[in-house]
């Protein structure tokens, strides 16, 4: 958790900040058309605050995380806006609210302490909430319920239909335009009335979400087996590398931001509740024996297969065919390093994860996929690995086809058919020897990208 040390006094503060749940991206989908009615919003809600308020010119009205550039800086950003806003409009909508990001920027900003310049009212908040499209009372979580906001005077359009409806349908234009006055007006009343102290510095990643999480179905834990800057082998330089394996960055020209990180971010946009955890524990409970939790996600630094200890860890967890982890392998053709030792930590990967390469090759929308080449197409896989490796953990919890019939001895992990097994008893060598038919398959589908595009569609 970051330092919770104060911000620089010279930022700036802007009246609002706008929150709003990313819309999930197809396959192919660029970011910047993602959410275009929400920017539209923000315009046109920034250019009335500026008229209302007779704000500086040179400090923002409001502030909206674009998720156009979510390298450097991003989430400080975010984090730095949400410390210094005046007030926090969120637009509410079912994917909202389903939203951990969301929910970790609420906390972030209602963390702050709020004082109202006003005598009586209740307890003072700086939250005007926005109705982006309808959402029943009873699937509001706790704390919007608890928000006593009057829409009355945003017009009968915006109380029946909501923001985005009037914003999409032309024949409404005369009450959208009404409905973002009305809400400028408030925003920046609330502005004037209320006083919120300037928050710690800290990320608003830190937060814990303030709505209820997602069923364990939508859960992820993400792991990464990555160098380190203080551990690398020969031939590699620390650039991509920060203070433990979870600081990677496989494409250092597209993103400072972690590839863990931006993980958790992408399987949050499509409605998972993500979790970073260490690489070691992960592999420690699951070599004992341990029933998962959750279905989980391995980001692999192939780099990393060059060490002893990480390749032994990484081949024992391969023999256990844990088919409800998903295998992901970013790789930058573009940087030296990699390009130079190329073949060799690919046919390393090979030999080693025999079970969890298959996995990936059998699943129709990932096959031909070797490594992962870019920043965007990692953003547009992510998703399908995401839900196999949850269908796949779904798979273990169904009733068992053969009540009665004994178990494994107590004490023993369950075995599994694994291709590992089968390829010894070809007499193909052991776990250095080629790798079986659908791994040399997978291979000769060429490191460049997958042969069906990236992602190939929504899940």
């Known amino acids: 958790m970051a330092e919770e040390k104060g911000w620089d006094e010279d930022i700036p503060r802007p009246i609002f900040f706008l929150s709003y749940a990313h819309s999930p991206r197809g396959a192919g989908r660029p970011r910047s058309v993602s959410n275009l009615w929400e920017a539209r919003l ?169 709505f209820p999480a997602p069923g364990r179905r939508r859960t992820l834990r993400i792991t990464v087996a990555a160098c380190d800057a203080h551990h690398l082998p020969e031939g590699r330089s620390g650039a991509n590398y920060g203070a433990d394996a979870h600081e990677w960055r496989p494409f250092v020209g597209d993103s400072d931001e972690s590839i863990a990180r931006r993980a958790a971010s992408v399987a949050r946009e499509w409605e998972f509740h993500a979790s970073i955890e260490p690489f070691g524990e992960e592999a420690a409970r699951l070599l004992a024996g341990e029933r998962p939790t959750a279905p989980g996600l391995l980001l692999l630094d192939r780099w990393t297969l060059l060490d002893a200890a990480h390749l032994e860890t990484l081949r024992q967890l391969d023999a256990r065919n844990p088919t409800w982890v998903g295998l992901m392998e970013p790789w930058d053709p573009h940087d030296p390093e990699n390009a130079a030792r190329h073949e060799e930590l690919r046919t390393l990967s090979e030999r080693t994860l025999v079970n969890l390469r298959a996995q990936r090759l059998q699943r129709a929308r990932l096959r031909g996929v070797d490594v992962v080449t870019s920043l965007d197409e990692f953003e547009s896989m992510l998703p399908h690995v995401a839900l196999s490796a949850m269908h796949a953990f779904e798979e273990l919890d169904r009733p068992d086809p053969f009540p009665g019939v004994p178990s494994e001895p107590s004490g023993s992990p369950p075995t599994r058919p694994n291709l590992r097994s089968e390829h010894v008893k070809r007499g193909n060598g052991g776990r250095h020897g080629p790798p079986p038919d659908a791994s040399d398959h997978e291979s000769s589908a060429s490191d460049e990208g997958p042969a069906t595009g990236s992602g190939g569609g929504n899940p």
């Open 42 to 210: 923000f315009r046109d809600l920034c250019e009335a605050v500026t008229d209302l308020s007779g704000w500086d010119a040179n400090e923002p009205p409001g502030f909206m995380d674009s998720g156009l550039n979510v390298g450097e800086g991003w989430s400080e950003r975010i984090s730095e806006a949400l410390a210094h806003c005046r007030v926090f409009v969120p637009l509410y909508s079912v994917h909202y609210f389903k939203s951990q990001a969301c929910g970790q920027e609420w906390a972030s900003f209602a963390s702050r302490e709020v004082l109202s310049e006003v005598p009586g009212g209740g307890l003072p908040s700086a939250i005007v909430p926005v109705q982006w499209v309808r959402v029943q009372e009873e699937r509001l979580p706790p704390v919007a319920k608890a928000l006593q906001f009057d829409h009355q005077a945003f017009g009968d359009g915006y109380r029946t239909e909501g923001m985005q409806p009037l914003l999409k349908v032309t024949k409404f234009q005369s009450d959208y335009q009404l409905a973002v006055y009305r809400l400028a007006q408030r925003i920046v009343d609330v502005s004037e009335q209320m006083r919120v102290r300037t928050g710690a510095r800290r990320d608003f990643q830190d937060y814990d979400s303030v």
